[in-house]
């Protein structure tokens, strides 16, 4: 069946480039998503990207898609204490109804000061 | 704009009580959803809805029942408490490709 895999942990120093992983198995995934999540709080959709497009950037977030390789990266420019957290990658279900979604079991970053 | 809203956001409950986690949106979305969140785990799907009078299974709905009687409302039920239910859950709708999760309901099953 579908998965998403993700490195567990990333740990970074303040102001330098964040690189988190993904990799998915459904080659047929229309949407691919990150999620952020702070501790005790719900899913903040930060970015997503349609599975034709091979990059996307909104400010300090840079999402690359290797569609051959079924990679997924989310790059945090200039990262900040705040950014820390734990961070989803999600690819939409083929086949299944919009909003369907398999997750990765989350990388959480640390951002040391 | 309230967005997805969920009660309670704290539960404890005995083994074999039952108990219903309320979900509502005022975004008139036609599809919403039940995830369940587990300690180092992603996110996995309970059941979901692509609106009124409709909804299906997820990956891992037992012990569950969902319905859908209004667009806005899309309560989950749980029969029987079990402490394998113990866990954070998510509701979620969405429209297109973007898909907005509540706060999240703690739920702990004793």
């Known amino acids: 069946g579908e998965d998403v895999e993700q490195s567990l942990f990333l740990s970074v120093r303040e102001g330098d480039s964040s690189v988190i992983n993904c990799t998915y198995t459904?080659?047929?995934?229309?949407?691919l998503y990150w999620y952020k999540q702070e501790p005790g709080a719900g899913l903040q959709l930060l970015t997503y990207?349609?599975?034709?497009?091979d990059m996307k950037q909104d400010q300090r977030l840079t999402v690359l898609l290797n569609k051959k390789d079924k990679h997924l990266s989310l790059r945090i420019a200039d990262t900040q204490t705040g950014d820390s957290a734990i961070y989803f990658c999600a690819e939409s279900i083929t086949g299944g109804s919009q909003g369907n979604l398999i997750f990765g079991k989350g990388t959480k970053l640390s951002v040391k000061p | 704009n309230a967005g997805v809203t969920q009660t309670p956001k704290f539960q404890v409950l005995k083994t074999g009580q039952s108990m219903t986690l309320q979900c509502a949106q005022d975004?008139?979305?036609?599809?919403m959803s039940w995830y369940r969140q587990d300690p180092g785990m992603g996110l996995r799907l309970i059941h979901y809805s692509v609106g009124a009078g409709i909804t299906d299974q997820g990956e891992v709905p037992n012990g569950y029942n969902v319905s859908r009687s209004t667009t806005e409302d899309f309560p989950l039920r749980l029969l029987s408490a079990a402490p394998s239910q113990t866990s954070v859950y998510f509701c979620?709708?969405?429209?297109?490709?973007?898909?907005?999760f509540g706060e999240g309901s703690w739920l702990t099953v004793v």
């Open positions: 979620a709708s969405s429209t297109g490709n973007t898909i907005y």
């Open positions: 459904d080659s047929s995934s229309t949407y």
């Open positions: 975004m008139n979305h036609e599809y």
């Open positions: 990207i349609f599975s034709n497009m």
